[in-house]
């Protein structure tokens, strides 16, 4: 049974950090291809955040290039999200996204 499990999120004011975790169980972060962090703010559309390759290669979203930082443990199969710099627009619940598979989502809050 393959698990995404995020955690970290949390209430923040604008300016602050929060680091994501996600933890990957029934499935090796390693031998796949793509690990995706997602966001969605109530009325939005999901949206791409990042993503990284099992090489180590990232993609970013306009929005948060230079603030967010994608990073993998492969021996933890663990994907991590540093966002730092955090603005009110940032809030949202973020889920983690390997193949056809999605996390439950932890809740970023960012106060102004």
């Known amino acids: 049974q393959v698990q995404l499990v995020e955690s970290g999120g949390g209430l923040v004011q604008a300016g602050g950090s929060l680091r994501l975790s996600c933890a990957a169980s029934?499935?090796?972060?390693?031998?796949?291809?793509?690990v995706g962090w997602y966001r969605q703010a109530p009325g939005n559309q999901r949206e791409l955040v990042a993503r990284?390759?099992?090489?180590?290669?990232?993609n970013y979203a306009d929005s948060v290039r230079g603030r967010f930082t994608i990073s993998r443990d492969n021996a933890k199969d663990t994907v991590y999200l540093q966002m730092n710099s955090l603005k009110s627009e940032d809030t949202a619940a973020y889920y983690c996204n390997c193949e056809i598979f999605w996390g439950q989502g932890t809740q970023v809050t960012v106060s102004s």
């Open positions: 990284i390759t099992s090489g180590g290669t990232t």
């Open positions: 029934g499935i090796i972060f390693s031998s796949n291809t793509m």
